[in-house]
């Protein structure tokens, strides 16, 4: 048998169990007028159904690769603009349901791959499943998934993840799929329930009979089918030495364009804004999104506080003049000494437990109208995300915050649905990294800024911290180690945006620190992508006690080059 490619590394000796997935025909394509309504009810409940299904796996399921797959399958299940497209369908081409959702999600995909939409690029596969699985919801029959009571190998020519998780897949000792990709959440779910999985494996469906006895070697990607003993024996025992040899241990990316490492995990390359020009010539370079907007550059030159209207008004074009699906992150306005307007003749702070009662309001004032503004534009876009920047004190978050909330329900009180927002914020100063474990509990996403926190821990001005940028102090990357710690355990995503992050001889130790996220001025967006696909890093057991012996700055320079494999690239494209 043709050998295929491993996802998931492990060895597994079973019984197949083999499952052919005929895919769905879209069998009724015309419908008559007086049927448009019946069609859009029929469209609507396998809908509202798909998504309660979705939901409840989302519930049940305690592996976030796979809460995170579902989460993405019902964010594209309830798109406006994807419900609007079929309903129209239906209504002015006469499409039966079943066909309108073939014709809309097929188009959907394709206008999207057309702009390079990267997040399309990713969920691509995904987003096709899904509507099969409508389309099957509406047919009101499904593939007979096999029942599965003890030990197996699953053999099928494809696979969803949905169709995954609805088996009891403790007893999937290994599985084996004629199709499939690397980058898939069919192959991320697999790894995170570390399940050996071999893909692309050739008339595997046909090969292999049920009942087979299959040996998976998915170190050495080969198959054995029926085996002797003796080779069964031998295989497991070549799996032990790989084991202990500590070989499992190693990272190696695979080379695509947004990165999936080989445990599943995403790197997202995202850019630093500051301005609606950059806007423009974002879109000529590979990134993700925005994973910091810095707001306060848009309104510089006013002489006046930007009203909620102006500010309403700019965000939306932001938000329209992006891909639906980029990530775009605005900060709030970050006033401080070196960045103030026009009309402001002091710094606004954050810290509003220790700040007087005069700046609280003034802080405040301006966030709320922001606030407003932003969460009236999320509305025009499904990937927003807010964050705070400055803040010290665990208190001042949660003032923050709960600001967010009073600010949220009045704007739905006077009859405004802001749009899906994750809230975040920025970890820039000590006392939020040494806190980060509790605030990680209250927050989507964490933001180290490594400009502020050096300058804070370091006790140099900005300016001196940002002259020497390219140097990541140990105090500091203790405090990145804690921060990217607390995110991870609290199942958070955590991404750095300061200027260290394009000295790319800082790469691999932050990668080995758990960073999957990070933004960078545009100029460097394509060198930072270069490099991430070439990264190639063993991160050595003991690496948490090398980050603790760490104790001067090249100290850190020598410990990220030794736990690379192989030197990044000298030149960038
Ligand atoms: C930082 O402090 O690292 C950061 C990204 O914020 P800014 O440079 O805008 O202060
Ligand atoms: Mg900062």
Request: glycine share 4%; hydrophobic share 40%; proline share 5%.
């Amino acid at each position: 048998m043709r050998d295929g490619f491993v996802i998931k590394e492990g060895i597994a000796c079973a019984p197949a169990i083999v499952f052919v997935n005929t895919p769905v025909r879209v069998e009724k394509t015309k419908i008559t007028a007086p049927e448009v309504s019946s069609e859009i009810a029929l469209y609507l409940e396998a809908r509202e159904k798909t998504r309660v299904y979705l939901e409840n796996e989302m519930a049940k399921t305690s592996s976030k690769d796979a809460r995170e797959f579902m989460e993405t399958s019902v964010m594209f299940l309830m798109d406006p603009y994807v419900e609007k497209k079929i309903t129209d369908l239906i209504k002015s081409d006469l499409l039966s349901a079943e066909s309108a959702i073939h014709h809309c999600y097929n188009s959907f995909v394709q206008e999207l791959l057309d702009n390079h939409d990267p997040f399309i690029m990713h969920n691509e596969y995904e987003i096709r499943n899904l509507a099969e699985h409508i389309i099957i919801t509406l047919k009101r029959k499904r593939p007979p998934i096999p029942v599965i009571t003890g030990d197996c190998i699953f053999v099928a020519n494809n696979l969803t993840p949905a169709q995954l998780l609805t088996v009891d897949n403790s007893h999937i000792k290994g599985v084996i799929l004629e199709d499939g990709n690397t980058n898939s959440h069919m192959a991320i779910v697999l790894r995170s329930l570390n399940i050996p999985t071999i893909f692309n494996v050739e008339n595997a469906s046909h090969i292999i009979k049920n009942g087979m006895n299959v040996l998976m070697d998915a170190y050495a990607n080969k198959i054995y089918l029926n085996p002797l003993e003796e080779l069964i024996w031998s295989v497991k025992k070549h799996a032990r030495e790989r084991i202990d040899s500590g070989n499992s241990n190693i990272v190696t990316p695979l080379i695509a364009q947004y990165k999936t490492t080989r445990s599943g995990e995403r790197i997202e390359v995202l850019a630093n804004i500051g301005s609606l020009s950059e806007i423009q010539d974002l879109k000529k370079f590979p990134s993700s999104g925005i994973g910091l907007f810095r707001t306060e550059f848009l309104f510089m030159n006013h002489t006046q506080d930007p009203t909620e209207d102006e500010q309403f008004e700019c965000y939306r074009k932001i938000v329209e003049s992006l891909p639906d699906l980029f990530t775009i992150t605005f900060r709030t306005f970050d006033f401080s000494a070196d960045k103030l307007p026009l009309y402001l003749s002091k710094p606004v702070h954050y810290n509003c437990t220790t700040g007087t009662d005069e700046d609280n309001a003034i802080l405040n004032d301006i966030l709320t109208t922001q606030l407003r503004a932003l969460m009236r534009a999320s509305v025009f876009g499904h990937q927003m995300r807010i964050m705070f920047p400055m803040a010290a004190e665990y208190e001042d978050f949660v003032h923050l915050l709960d600001l967010y909330q009073e600010t949220r329900e009045s704007l739905i009180r006077e009859g405004i649905k802001p749009g899906h927002i994750k809230i975040g914020v920025m970890i820039e100063t000590p006392a939020a990294a040494i806190m980060s474990e509790s605030l990680a509990s209250l927050v989507d996403f964490f933001s180290i800024g490594t400009n502020d926190l050096t300058h804070y821990t370091e006790t140099c001005s900005r300016e001196f911290a940002t002259k020497h940028n390219n140097e990541l102090s140990p105090a500091v990357v203790r405090l990145i180690a804690l921060a990217s710690e607390n995110a991870h355990k609290a199942g958070i995503p955590v991404s750095i945006c300061g200027e260290i992050v394009h000295e790319q001889k800082y790469l691999p130790l932050l990668y080995a620190l758990g960073i999957r996220s990070f933004s960078v001025a545009p100029f460097y967006l394509s060198s930072m992508l270069y490099a991430i696909h070439t990264l190639d890093v063993r991160i050595p057991r003991d690496f948490r006690e090398r980050i603790r012996n760490i104790r001067t700055r090249q100290d850190v320079i020598d410990l990220s080059a030794n736990i690379l494999k192989s030197p990044l690239p000298v030149k960038n494209p």
